[in-house]
């Protein structure tokens, strides 16, 4: 006789030996005790949690001659027969094969016969979301109001696909996944039963790699006996699945945490060697990474984990060494990898460069990477490491003599100076605007003129004007510092072009010639005045600013050009 495979050896034959999923169990025993079964269910659930088993079982139980509690008897002869996998009365169809409108036609046919040998005819279609639409519309008829003797069983992992008209029309189950100790206990007790046995650590292994999902458990239960016979130790298991054992997992973690690269890439190069699968040790090290944030986060979480006691306590004391943030950046580096791998055909080098960035989170300059940078540099603190620090130059301190020790210069005579010896200015042009840089102050500029010793009668209006603008009542000086105040450097410059005309009972005005008519509605439109008189109001809180557009688009004083000429020699030429 052939060799049947484990979970087609035990599948369960009554509604009690399926596991995690008593909320379904209980609820289909009790419309079987009571004959009142629905006229068409629909099991949702993820692969291997017991659907198809569960609508074997119901098809059996609704043609059980005397059920036990909802429970199918099994001595009966329609137990007898349903017992067979051909029994005529039961059909199954898999939808991904036959999903065409002809083949739900054949079966809605089918449906009017009356059954053969048992009370009620039972289709179970697996995979029902696979059917095409114009199959979906065909069934529709029939599925709402079937013969008295028909019952529908739909199964399906995506019932997101499914139309809400056929939904509504059965009665929904959804199938949970099952825990990692009700998937232990059913191994252990089929392991039992076949003659065989597998070390606690290597169910463990079986059950996390299962997902969820009994079929996988037994699927890889079969292919460790397969391996090494009736007697599978743990380490048999980490090879036949490929995963990393959990002490190296927290060796590399470790090395990660520390910033030990080299470490960390020379045990990577040792899984390349031993021939393991660069994928599977990625997703081992975020699961192991993901273990690590939610026992930082949460504490002690062994049904979040499904983990031992002695492996919680593990992982709250390697999560101790390292704050959130850096084990946040770590799983999404992994995450990114484990994703980016499978399109590369060397993820060698993808998998080196994120262990190298979890070591170094400084590389790159994000929030998440400098709370791990902050982390690593405490955490280097802790350990009494000092932090480098470049030595100071060797030079000898120069000691400048306080102001009031200093002698006063005495003062040369030199004859009269043909032109004002200031510099001549850079062009506006030129001047490089800092937004950050503070405001020049009209006071301090004047401060910086040379004084004559015997400053001519013509310079009394000058030094007058002078002072003036030192007590801030000079326009010019004024708009000088308003300009300075934008933030925009659009605006900014714009103002540049306008010419304070004059400043009275607190109100500044300020020009451009008729040329320049497009770039005074510029500079009066809301959005860039708005600005530009807030500027104004730092210097002068009561201030409000006029633009206009004027002939002359600056004083024309003498007093104004003998004070331009003071300021910035005589040189400067006036239109």
């Known amino acids: 006789m052939a060799y049947r495979a484990l979970y087609r050896q035990y599948r369960p034959a009554r509604f009690a030996e399926v596991i995690g999923q008593e909320h379904i169990t209980t609820t289909l025993k009790h419309q079987v005790a009571s004959d009142r079964p629905a006229h068409a269910y629909l099991f949702c659930g993820t692969r291997g949690t017991g659907k198809t088993t569960s609508a074997r079982i119901l098809a059996r139980a609704v043609n059980c001659l005397s059920p036990e509690d ?123 039963r076949a003659g065989a046995s597998i070390e606690d650590g290597g169910l463990t292994l079986i059950a996390r790699a299962a997902q969820g999902g009994m079929r996988d458990a037994l699927s890889l239960a079969d292919q460790c006996l397969a391996f090494c016979g009736d007697n599978v130790s743990t380490q048999d298991v980490y090879n036949v699945l490929g995963s990393m054992e959990d002490s190296f997992l927290f060796d590399i973690s470790d090395a990660l945490l520390r910033s030990d690269a080299l470490t ?113 540099l405490e955490a280097a603190l802790k350990e009494g490491i000092p932090a480098r620090t470049q030595p100071a130059p060797k030079s000898e301190p120069q000691t400048q003599p306080k102001p009031e020790q200093q002698p006063a210069p005495t003062p040369e005579p030199k004859p009269e100076p043909k032109q004002n010896p200031v510099s001549e200015p850079v062009p506006d042009d030129d001047i490089p605007w800092d937004m950050e840089a503070p405001p020049v102050q009209f006071s301090e500029i004047v401060a910086d003129i040379p004084q004559e010793e015997e400053p001519a009668p013509k310079k009394a209006p000058v030094q007058q004007r002078a002072a003036s603008a030192a007590s801030g009542d000079d326009a010019a000086a004024i708009w000088r510092e308003a300009i300075a105040n934008i933030p925009n450097m659009f605006v900014q410059v714009l103002a540049k072009e306008a010419v304070a005309i004059k400043y009275e009972q607190n109100t500044l005005t300020v020009g451009f010639t008729p040329a320049q008519e497009m770039k005074q509605k510029s500079l009066s ?37 003998a004070l331009a000429k003071a300021l910035f020699g005589d040189k400067l030429t006036i239109e």
């Open 70 to 192: 909802g429970e199918p008897c099994g001595k009966c002869e329609a137990c007898l027969a349903t017992a067979s996998e051909s029994a005529s009365d039961i059909t199954e169809i898999d939808a991904a094969s036959n999903n065409s409108v002809n083949d739900v036609r054949d079966l809605i046919e089918n449906a009017q016969y009356a059954p053969l040998k048992l009370r009620r005819r039972v289709f179970i279609i697996d995979e029902v979301h696979m059917l095409s639409g114009a199959a979906f519309n065909a069934l529709l008829k029939t599925l709402e109001e079937p013969p008295e003797h028909i019952l529908f069983i739909l199964a399906t992992t995506e019932p997101q696909k499914l139309p809400a008209t056929i939904i509504s029309r059965c009665q929904r189950f959804d199938f949970h996944r099952l825990s990692i100790t009700d998937i232990k206990l059913t191994l252990k007790s089929v392991l039992s």
């Open 264 to 376: 960390a890439l020379k045990m990577l190069d040792g899984i390349v060697q031993a021939g393991r699968d660069l994928s599977v040790f990625t997703t081992d090290l975020s699961g192991h990474f993901r273990a690590l944030l939610l026992a930082k986060t949460c504490g002690r979480c062994e049904d979040l984990l499904d983990c031992t006691e002695d492996a919680m306590k593990r992982y709250l004391e390697q999560a101790k060494i390292s704050s959130e943030a850096r084990l946040m950046l770590a799983l999404d580096r992994l995450i990114a990898a484990q994703n980016d791998m499978r399109y590369l055909p060397a993820p060698r080098a993808l998998l080196e460069s994120a262990l190298i960035h979890i070591c170094r989170p400084e590389d790159a300059l994000t929030l998440t990477n400098l709370e791990a940078r902050i982390d690593r």
């Open 525 to 561: 439109a809301p959005v860039n005045f708005e600005p530009t008189q807030r500027a104004l109001q730092t210097v002068k809180p009561d201030a409000k600013l006029i633009v206009t557009t004027a002939k002359a688009a600056a004083p024309a004083s003498d007093e104004a050009e």
